[in-house]
Nanobody
Framework: QVQMVESGGGLVQAGASLRLSCAASKRTFDYHTMGWFRQAPGKEREFVAAITWRSDNTYYADSVKGRFTVSRENAKNSVFLQMNSLKPEDTAVYYC?????????????????WGQGTQVTVSS
């Protein structure tokens, strides 16, 4: 059964930190590149970060470089997004996705599976 569940979202003030988690089923997680996307109200879902199966490559959107860090723990079928120095423009629903691609990670069409999302709200 395909299952991906995000957690860790919440309401924080600008400058604060949050750590998002995504727990996936083994079938969904093993050998997949894992990515994070976000969708703000009235906007399209956009790429945030991704990490390959062996953690040898990470990718970030320019808007989050230096503030967000993606990591994974394969033994626990989990991927994480550490978000520091949060800004109001980071407010969105954050989704994790699983991709069978290694080098194509920044488009929704690159991903096979998705979680249901977790809300992150950053107040000014």
């Amino acid at each position: 059964q395909v299952q991906m569940v995000e957690s860790g979202g919440g309401l924080v003030q600008a400058g604060a930190s949050l750590r998002l988690s995504c727990a996936a089923s083994k079938r969904t997680f093993d050998y997949h590149t894992m990515g994070w996307f976000r969708q703000a109200p009235g906007k399209e879902r956009e790429f945030v970060a991704a990490i390959t199966w062996r953690s040898d490559n990470t990718y970030y959107a320019d808007s989050v470089k230096g503030r967000f860090t993606v990591s994974r723990e394969n033994a626990k079928n989990s991927v994480f997004l550490q978000m520091n120095s949060l800004k109001p423009e980071d407010t969105a629903v954050y989704y994790c996705g699983a991709s069978s691609y290694r080098n194509r990670v920044s488009y929704m069409s690159d991903y096979d599976y998705w979680g249901q999302g977790t809300q992150v709200t950053v107040s000014s």
